[in-house]
């Protein structure tokens, strides 16, 4: 009996026994304290969830509580605060939801006072406010963590020894050094080479002699002070609570957001992070995450312990250089060889790190929440490629495979070499050339500058299979009166937004296209509401700009158009519309081309959504340690399947199928006779259907047991009366588009008949 048999038949036992030997800290059962009075009547299990927060905070210095997108973080966390009766709360959060804080605070906890603080004007004035309720200040991280300019604050001198100029070894003429601007002393580094000023301006540094600083502030730059250094050094115990909203994005262990929520919770003694996605497939962000916001975890580790923590609860991998004769070094006198060796961070977290959270961590699903919300689907589209060759003399399909065969032997010779440097932008180029196949593609041999590849930009008059895909997916949803976000990755550089704006507006669709640059982050919201008031069909976005906060209810179609390779951003955007408020069906659709390295990417994200639950409480089949998520992982992978021409056994549908059984499965496992769950009835996952009713299904090509989003839009409407008659296997006389045209046009009539 292997260990997941073991696991499978003892599992009641089992789970008695860690419930004996580590007892929750809250039941709700067993609690009964009651609710303070709020302005909103919590849902569900957000009561317990409050409740268990409330106590936590009471307890421990760093409470956190990790709730699926949609259940409501924002009105637990001030009810929570609330019931544990502090009275001056400092929230952080991204900066387009500092607006959404303030409201929902002050529709939230009676007489409440809620301020969105900018400068420190602000945080001055709260110091001298008073009110009967709770003092509520909500920061964007920007704000917290942007300072102003600095450059090197230095003077330059003669470079003297023994009293005479130093000529310099060529030109012999004198030269200046950087002194300090107090002793006059040189800048030297350890080995007492003089610095330039490009070495002063990378970092803060101060004298060696006296100790002054060796920076200033650039007068020209903007005049601004960091927020979360003010508060540290000038309302140090003012606040009593700290609050940081999408606590995963300050995992990052240099990253200036992560530094400054960590002064702040520092500062305000108490914290409670709030996240929907805690774990970003490594050991090491956990540690800072907990390092920052749960102080009992210091006086085991040290800041600079990140090793020994990767050590006792991550994975790490030992690569050495194979003998291919490109040894580092020779001995002089015998065959010793040396071969690089290089040490590096894996995906996966040991079981036993769990230990540091559920102590003082709330975990909550939609399903607790809400009783009554409508089914959530996924599914995967894959469309065939163009192979009709246009003026250029080359096809959509013949383009790819050239591209492909050139990169192919490239990426070979790199990883041959134990190369990774060029990996991102070779497979970029495979990942973004079939959707940008109209701007045709270049790529450059990085040694010789020669052009390794060259394809022409091909037709922009035709209408590719993945577009018409997109456009048969509206007119469908349009017809049922359900408007379609559109996610796509590449708004940049390889920016594929304008020609989709143009052949959606073109088939008669109204369209609108939000940039970063265009909508800062505080204004996004408004600017959705706008457009759903003026009734657009499509929304087409980066999903970074949407994954966080913003409540998209109105959009319950959401289309994965190119599909964004982390676990973080695919759970967080996917999930915008699928939440409290939402009445009707949620569907999101995944695009991407049939036997091209999209779909393979596409497999791998999915493959590791059925572990990206883990530390919430869902173990699937592939446990903690496959959970990953960063792109150099699946940037390696996908460069791996293409030098070997690994051809994977299962379909991107049936891995996708696999990912939602095991969540539905481990649910059903998260069920505590304490707790009061809500029964629900499983959500069939059409991807499953459509992959077993094309399983035997003949296709020229390979991986072709798929299926396509007419074909699935033809089956559904055979469950119900249809208006034609038409057997499952005979195709549709017209493209769905002209048939959703045709079915409106009909009932325009109908309406102006009657």
């Given at each position: 009996?292997?260990?997941?048999?073991?696991?499978?038949?003892?599992?009641?036992?089992?789970?008695?026994?860690?419930?004996?030997?580590?007892?929750?800290?809250?039941?709700?059962?067993?609690?009964?304290?009651?609710?303070?009075?709020?302005?909103?009547?919590?849902?569900?299990?957000?009561?317990?969830?409050?409740?268990?927060?409330?106590?936590?905070?009471?307890?421990?210095?760093?409470?956190?509580?990790?709730?699926?997108?949609?259940?409501?973080?924002?009105?637990?966390?001030?009810?929570?605060?609330?019931?544990?009766?502090?009275?001056?709360?400092?929230?952080?959060?991204?900066?387009?939801?500092?607006?959404?804080?303030?409201?929902?605070?002050?529709?939230?906890?009676?007489?409440?006072?809620?301020?969105?603080?900018?400068?420190?004007?602000?945080?001055?004035?709260?110091?001298?406010?008073?009110?009967?309720?709770?003092?509520?200040?909500?920061?964007?991280?920007?704000?917290?963590?942007?300072?102003?300019?600095?450059?090197?604050?230095?003077?330059?001198?003669?470079?003297?020894?023994?009293?005479?100029?130093?000529?310099?070894?060529?030109?012999?003429?004198?030269?200046?050094?950087?002194?300090?601007?107090?002793?006059?002393?040189?800048?030297?580094?350890?080995?007492?080479?003089?610095?330039?000023?490009?070495?002063?301006?990378?970092?803060?540094?101060?004298?060696?002699?006296?100790?002054?600083?060796?920076?200033?502030?650039?007068?020209?730059?903007?005049?601004?002070?960091?927020?979360?250094?003010?508060?540290?050094?000038?309302?140090?115990?003012?606040?009593?609570?700290?609050?940081?909203?999408?606590?995963?994005?300050?995992?990052?262990?240099?990253?200036?957001?992560?530094?400054?929520?960590?002064?702040?919770?520092?500062?305000?003694?108490?914290?409670?992070?709030?996240?929907?996605?805690?774990?970003?497939?490594?050991?090491?962000?956990?540690?800072?995450?907990?390092?920052?916001?749960?102080?009992?975890?210091?006086?085991?580790?040290?800041?600079?312990?990140?090793?020994?923590?990767?050590?006792?609860?991550?994975?790490?991998?030992?690569?050495?250089?194979?003998?291919?004769?490109?040894?580092?070094?020779?001995?002089?006198?015998?065959?010793?060889?040396?071969?690089?060796?290089?040490?590096?961070?894996?995906?996966?977290?040991?079981?036993?790190?769990?230990?540091?959270?559920?102590?003082?961590?709330?975990?909550?699903?939609?399903?607790?929440?809400?009783?009554?919300?409508?089914?959530?689907?996924?599914?995967?589209?894959?469309?065939?490629?163009?192979?009709?060759?246009?003026?250029?003399?080359?096809?959509?399909?013949?383009?790819?495979?050239?591209?492909?065969?050139?990169?192919?032997?490239?990426?070979?010779?790199?990883?041959?070499?134990?190369?990774?440097?060029?990996?991102?932008?070779?497979?970029?180029?495979?990942?973004?050339?079939?959707?940008?196949?109209?701007?045709g593609e270049t790529v450059f041999d990085p040694e010789s500058e020669d052009v390794l590849v060259q394809v022409p930009p091909l037709s922009e008059e035709r209408l590719y299979p993945k577009e018409r895909a997109l456009v048969d997916l509206v007119a469908a949803e349009r017809l049922a009166g359900r408007r379609v976000l559109v996610y796509a990755t590449h708004t940049g550089t390889r920016d594929i937004t304008g020609r989709m704006e143009d052949f959606l507006s073109r088939h008669g669709f109204r369209v609108a296209v939000m940039k970063a640059d265009a909508v800062p982050p505080e204004r996004r919201e408004a600017w959705v509401a706008k457009r759903v008031e003026e009734g657009v069909d499509v929304l087409v976005c980066h999903p970074r700009l949407v994954q966080t906060g913003l409540d998209l209810v109105e959009f319950p179609t959401i289309c994965w158009y190119e599909t964004d390779y982390s676990v973080y951003t695919m759970r967080q955007a996917s999930r915008r519309s699928w939440r409290i408020g939402q009445r009707e069906p949620v569907q999101v659709v995944f695009m991407a081309y049939r036997n091209t390295l999209q779909a393979d990417a596409l497999k791998l994200v999915a493959q590791k959504l059925q572990s990206s639950l883990a530390v919430e409480g869902e173990l699937p089949e592939d446990g903690l340690a496959a959970y990953g998520d960063e792109g150099d992982d699946l940037m390696l992978a996908l460069a791996r399947k293409i030098v070997a021409g690994e051809e994977d056994a299962g379909s991107v549908e049936s891995v996708f199928a696999q990912a939602q059984q095991v969540a539905a499965e481990a649910e059903a496992l998260l069920v505590d006779e304490g707790w009061r769950a809500l029964e629900s009835d499983p959500v069939a996952v059409g991807a499953t259907a459509a992959a077993e009713s094309t399983a035997d299904a003949v296709d020229p090509e390979p991986q072709r047991s798929l299926f396509s989003w007419a074909e699935f839009l033809a089956d559904t409407a055979e469950e119900e009366p249809p208006p034609r008659g038409r057997r499952r296997d005979e195709a549709p006389t017209l493209s769905l588009f002209d048939w959703a045209l045709e079915r409106e046009r009909e009932g325009v009539l109908a309406g102006a008949a009657g």
């Open positions: 009996m292997d260990l997941a048999e073991f696991i499978d038949t003892y599992r009641d036992a089992i789970a008695q026994r860690v419930v004996e030997s580590y007892p929750p800290r809250y039941r709700p059962s067993a609690c009964k304290r009651p609710l303070p009075h709020l302005l909103r009547t919590p849902l569900g299990a957000q009561v317990d969830a409050i409740r268990g927060a409330a106590l936590s905070l009471g307890e421990r210095r760093g409470t956190t509580v990790v709730g699926e997108m949609g259940t409501g973080k924002t009105f637990i966390a001030a009810s929570a605060a609330h019931l544990a009766g502090f009275r001056r709360i400092l929230v952080l959060c991204p900066p387009h939801l500092t607006r959404k804080w303030k409201r929902e605070v002050e529709e939230t906890v009676p007489d409440a006072r809620a301020a969105i603080v900018a400068s420190i004007t602000d945080l001055e004035r709260l110091r001298l406010s008073h009110g009967p309720g709770p003092l509520f200040a909500v920061m964007s991280r920007e704000r917290a963590k942007l300072s102003y300019r600095w450059l090197p604050a230095v003077v330059e001198r003669w470079a003297t020894a023994d009293g005479r100029l130093v000529r310099h070894e060529e030109t012999l003429e004198p030269f200046r050094v950087p002194c300090c601007p107090d002793c006059f002393e040189p800048i030297v580094d350890k080995d007492g080479l003089p610095l330039t000023l490009n070495d002063l301006g990378r970092r803060k540094r101060t004298c060696d002699e006296c100790g002054s600083a060796l920076w200033k502030a650039d007068r020209s730059g903007p005049k601004r002070y960091p927020l979360a250094d003010y508060v540290k050094h000038r309302l140090r115990g003012f606040f009593d609570l700290f609050i940081g909203d999408e606590a995963h994005e300050y995992k990052g262990r240099g990253s200036a957001q992560g530094i400054a929520a960590g002064i702040l919770a520092d500062a305000c003694g108490k914290s409670l992070s709030l996240s929907g996605t805690l774990m970003g497939g490594y050991s090491s962000t956990l540690f800072h995450l907990l390092y920052r916001f749960s102080p009992e975890i210091r006086g085991e580790f040290g800041r600079g312990e990140e090793s020994r923590w990767i050590e006792r609860y991550g994975f790490v991998e030992h690569t050495i250089g194979r003998d291919d004769g490109e040894s580092l070094e020779d001995g002089r006198t015998s065959r010793r060889r040396k071969y690089r060796k290089v040490i590096r961070e894996r995906p996966g977290l040991a079981p036993a790190a769990l230990f540091h959270l559920i102590g003082n961590s709330v975990f909550l699903r939609l399903s607790d929440v809400a009783a009554g919300l409508p089914p959530y689907e996924e599914r995967v589209l894959l469309s065939d490629m163009e192979t009709e060759e246009d003026g250029t003399g080359l096809s959509q399909r013949s383009a790819y495979d050239e591209l492909f065969g050139t990169l192919r032997k490239a990426l070979t010779e790199l990883l041959a070499k134990g190369s990774k440097r060029l990996l991102a932008t070779y497979l970029q180029t495979l990942l973004a050339y079939p959707d940008g196949c109209t701007r």
